[in-house]
């Protein structure tokens, strides 16, 4: 089974620009969450998506927003770049096991610079 | 007080040896507990998952929880030059599918030396 992928892998974007990430889940998994990975701050969560809603969203500003497709596959967008916002950006699916419990797998990540 | 402590390292162990990696949480809501391994340039990958206190086996990893004193411990046993890795211990409250959104570890980098 294919993994989670996440397109593009490597991103350049000036200062005030928006970008917008793309990610595939592994097929039948309907929730997909992203995170932020920055050496400060580590892995931070930025909102989960189940069947097109959002159903939490962590700490960041407005200019961070997502949204699902029916397909399950998953955008997140960023507008007014600024510098700080340099990071990997990854995003995780998951899906109920047999056993009642949940495993979430993440993609390679987008490594975004903004300049 | 964070909420979650990890040693950034870097630990630097020999091949063969076994090796102890170790979070404490301050957030008693935590219910899931989860080991995961990063290599450079790569996506975080889940090691472990476990939502009770005990142990938890699987392979060379033995996961381990202490709800009662917030200390969880991921061990490797024989380890190999491939374990060189970041290691993230990740917490999460509610659902246990990611929906509550994960809060994990700053890492830590694991060095073997063969």
């Known amino acids: 089974k294919a993994g989670v992928t996440q397109t593009p892998r490597y991103l350049i974007k000036t200062r005030g620009q928006q970008v917008t990430l793309s990610c595939s889940p592994i097929s039948g998994h309907r929730s997909v969450s992203w995170y932020q990975q920055t050496p400060g701050q580590g892995l931070q969560f930025l909102f989960e998506y189940f069947s097109e809603t959002q159903r939490n969203k962590g700490n960041f500003p407005g200019r961070f927003s997502g949204r699902q497709f029916s397909n399950s596959r998953s955008e997140m967008n960023v507008s007014t770049l600024e510098l700080g916002d340099s990071a990997l950006y990854l995003c995780?699916?998951?899906?109920?096991?047999?056993?009642?419990?949940?495993?979430?797998?993440f993609g390679p990540g987008t490594r975004l610079t903004v300049t | 007080q964070k909420e979650v402590e990890q040693d950034p390292g870097p630990l630097s162990v020999p091949e063969g040896a076994i090796v102890s990696l170790n979070c404490t949480y301050s957030n008693s809501a935590f219910q899931y507990f989860m080991w995961y391994r990063q290599y450079s340039r790569k996506g975080p990958e889940l090691l472990m998952y476990t939502y009770s206190s005990g142990n938890k086996e699987d392979g060379r990893f033995t996961a381990q929880v202490d709800k009662s004193s917030k200390y969880i411990s991921l061990f490797i046993r024989d380890s190999q030059p491939s374990d060189s890795a970041t290691y993230l211990c990740?917490?999460?409250?509610?659902?246990?599918?990611?929906?509550?959104?994960?809060?994990f570890g700053k890492g830590t980098h694991l060095i073997i030396q063969p």
């Open positions: 995780a699916s998951s899906a109920l096991l047999v056993s009642g419990t949940y495993e979430q797998y």
């Open positions: 990740a917490f999460e409250k509610n659902s246990g599918g990611g929906a509550d959104g994960l809060t």
